[in-house]
């Protein structure tokens, strides 16, 4: 077995349980360290997970000689300052998406990856699991044709009132919380589409007691080799939704939950040869997405996402927001 990740985690993050906590005891990986904005929350955290010790503050647990990964699952305002900060301190950094407020601040935590030069990766875990590798495969093989729409739609139901994700100063909003997950699984679509998709046009919804913050946001694409694409998110939904649809000339190939496959790993193909439904394993993609990072840290394994993945989707999130009517975030 290889050296298991030492890992430090910033603050006390409902997902962190779900996203770094049960793939880390899988992996026997260690949680050296938490840091919380509330010792006693971190304290509690420690206990209920089996993380080896508290310490006070976030800058402490980036400079901790003993953490050489930390992991950011902080409000997204938040990502793209102690990114850079744990990058700076020379650590590898595991960043809950996005990796920073916009696309000036996403420039400057690529430009500081490479300088500390550690491994950097944005958790957009859904890439890792086989639902998502099975779609890329029909393209591939040419079962579905030529690509020539691709439809992704994340949805969930509102957020209570007083959640981080309705605030601009935090970098808050649909797009920022879901719509990345539907614009970022389109650009993984450019080896098969002539290349990256560009922004046409966008339209959303204000949240009224939160001006500036996106309540839903519908965009439309356009690929070099003539696909079109629209990425549907919205935090105003009455049920969950990832779904990604994939039309090809031949065919075409449905994810009913791409974001969350363990909860639903069917792959809906229809071709003139018929329907049929492939179901894919439900293993976790956070587990999936660990062990890749893992092999990256230890053994030099290639990752499909960097600091560079990171920027280049920030710059179609703030271009979505722009064509909308909105700004994008602001900095913390």
């Not at 696309?103 to 550690?118: C, F, K, N, S, Y």
């Amino acid at each position: 077995m290889s050296e298991p990740l030492r890992i430090g985690l910033l603050g006390a993050a409902r997902i962190t349980d779900m996203a770094l906590v049960a793939p880390a005891r899988a992996g026997g990986h260690r949680l050296v360290a938490v840091a919380a904005r509330d010792r006693d929350r971190a304290q509690a955290f420690a206990d209920a997970h089996g993380v080896e010790r508290v310490v006070g503050s976030y800058a402490d647990l980036v400079a901790d000689p003993e953490v050489d990964v930390v992991y950011n699952p902080l409000a997204n305002g938040l990502h793209g300052p102690w990114n850079l900060a744990a990058l700076k301190a020379g650590k590898h950094v595991l960043t809950e998406k996005p990796s920073a407020s916009n696309a000036e601040e996403a420039a400057e935590v690529r430009d500081a990856a490479a300088l500390a030069g550690t491994v950097f990766m944005e958790g957009f875990h859904y890439l890792f699991h086989p639902v998502t590798r099975r779609l890329h495969e029909l393209l591939a093989s040419g079962e579905l044709g030529e690509l020539r729409h691709v439809e992704t739609v994340v949805a969930m139901p509102p957020p209570p009132d007083d959640d981080v994700r309705w605030s601009l100063a935090l970098a808050g909003g649909a797009v920022m919380d879901l719509g990345c997950y539907a614009l970022h699984a389109q650009r993984m679509l450019a080896p098969w589409a002539g290349g990256a998709p560009e922004v046409v046009s966008a339209r959303g919804g204000e949240r009224p007691q939160a001006p500036g913050v996106d309540a839903w946001l519908d965009t439309e694409l356009a690929f070099p080799g003539g696909a079109t694409g629209t990425a549907r998110c919205s935090m105003v939904h009455g049920t969950w939704q990832a779904t990604c649809r994939l039309v090809g000339t031949r065919g075409e190939a449905t994810a009913l939950d791409f974001v969350l496959p363990h909860q639903d790993d069917r792959v809906v193909v229809r071709t003139d040869s018929g329907e049929r439904t492939e179901e894919l394993g439900r293993r976790s993609s956070y587990t999936y997405q660990l062990e890749a990072f893992a092999a990256r840290v230890r053994g030099g394994q290639p990752l499909p996402l960097d600091a560079d993945d990171a920027l280049s989707t920030m710059r179609l999130i703030d271009t979505a927001y722009e064509k909308a009517g909105f700004t994008p975030r602001p900095r913390s």
